[in-house]
């Protein structure tokens, strides 16, 4: 056991909402108007036809982090086929909008996901697989594994399970689909106005912090 | 037969047209691709129209990286290249609409807006730092190079046999029926000169340039939003404007506008059906086939021109 390494309490109510705004981020290069409630109706109609392509052309950036990165796999294969949703493997972040964290995430590995999850250009959704990232999972009382991902990160969609099976991977996508096709799936615009919430969160676990403010 | 008998601004309509219509068939292309081998691999795949979805997801997605000028001229490089080699070459033969700007030794010309993208997106992906870039374009400038030689030798080969640089004389001479194409009259010439299209189109047998599964995506890896699409565009056009030169080389031209989409579409096909059942060369042992076969039927064909 390694004392050094301190779990932060984990806060009942959840990320602080509508917090102020992280001012230098914040400067339009990320928060497009088009999720906005009150725009008008040609940028919701605009937004929405957006939300449709982007929904239909899912980029999943290939990084496994627990044990449930096999269940990735059989995606691809031809009992499963997550093409036919328009879903592809891309191996670089640049050109990811989806990052699956697939399972219990050791603190250091959680340091990869967050430089990996920021360089991926907006609009981005992370999928939580597994109930590594919902609670812990039986890994709940190890020294080094965090217990909630969405303390660190924001989650889009829960996918339950020990180990989920591609059958649940997939109706986990499809109801991301859903989410965005509908505009509700904006965790990313949560991670940037909210960013000094989770960066401190953030340092409270990775006490080795050698990362930038942000990696861009 | 000259390319000015549209005076300048029907003949801009033209070309604009054209050109979004080859992106739009490369796309189109690219779909069909991707669906025929998902039926070959036993899955449902994607919707033909995929690669539009693509297209559109990735302009509508925003980043604020910086990586230096080269990089972000490298996929304009690209672009360019591609459209300058489609803009180059007859699409439809005898049709001054479709004619694009051919020109006498336009043949020359075409040889090098092949190497240019290629060269500019080599550039500019570097300046990306990357080191995966920098693998994938040393793979790629050696393959490419490789590649070069037999279909510089098959080129040599047609036009020895025209006696013309010109890619409309040598459409020209291929008139008058399926016998009087140069895939039958100079068949040796052809042979080198598609083994080199499985290598310039980088599908399976020669895809360790872009090798999708294990150093990313190649050259790409750093490329996003505008950019990416700006590459994918190009590389639709590009992919059409190579098929559509092999057509004018090998294949007599095309003398209407569905011909030449039939055809194009059965050259593009002769790579991904060949990539569907052969496995994936090494770098090395791609340079080695190439620098085989089909540089010695290329030679050959040199030979049987001069000597025949
Ligand atoms: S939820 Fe189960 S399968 Fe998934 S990472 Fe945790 S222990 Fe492994």
Known sequence: MDDKIVKPEPPLGGPPQGSRPHAPVGDGCFLGEEMKPQAPSYKEALARIKNWFRANSLWVMAYGTGCGAIELRPLATARFDMERLGIAMRPTPRQSNVLIVSGYLAVKSLKRVIRSYEQMPSPKWIVALGSCTINGGMYWDSYNTINRLDLYLPVDVYINGCMPRPEALVAGFQELMRRIKKGEADGWRHYMENLDWYKENQKKIITDWDLPEYNW | MSPSELSLLPKLFWVVVSVVGAIAYGLVIGGI???????????????????????????????????GYMFYLGPVFRAAGAIGLFLLIPVVFGDPRFDNFSFNGDLLMVMYFMFFGCLGMALGAAEGGHPHSVVAITRGLSQMTAYELPFSLAVVAIAAQTGSFSVHQIVAAQQGGVGHWF???????????????????????????????????????????????????GRAIFGVAKCVLYMDLFLGGATTILAAIVKVFFIYFWSIFVGAVFPRFRTEQAVRFFLGWPTAAGVAAVLAVMLF
């Open chain 2, 33 to 67: 691709i991707r669906k025929v081998m998902a039926r070959i691999q036993g899955r449902i795949g994607p919707p033909v129209y995929q690669p539009y979805l693509d297209l559109f997801k990735v302009i509508f997605q925003r980043t604020a990286t910086w990586h």
């Open chain 2, 183 to 233: 895939l039958f009259t100079n068949p040796l010439a052809a042979v080198a000169a598609f083994l080199a299209f499985l290598g310039m189109n980088m599908y399976s047998p020669f895809d360790i340039v872009l090798a999708p599964q294990e150093i990313p995506i190649g050259p790409p890896t750093e490329y996003n939003s505008a950019f990416m699409s700006a590459m994918m565009s």
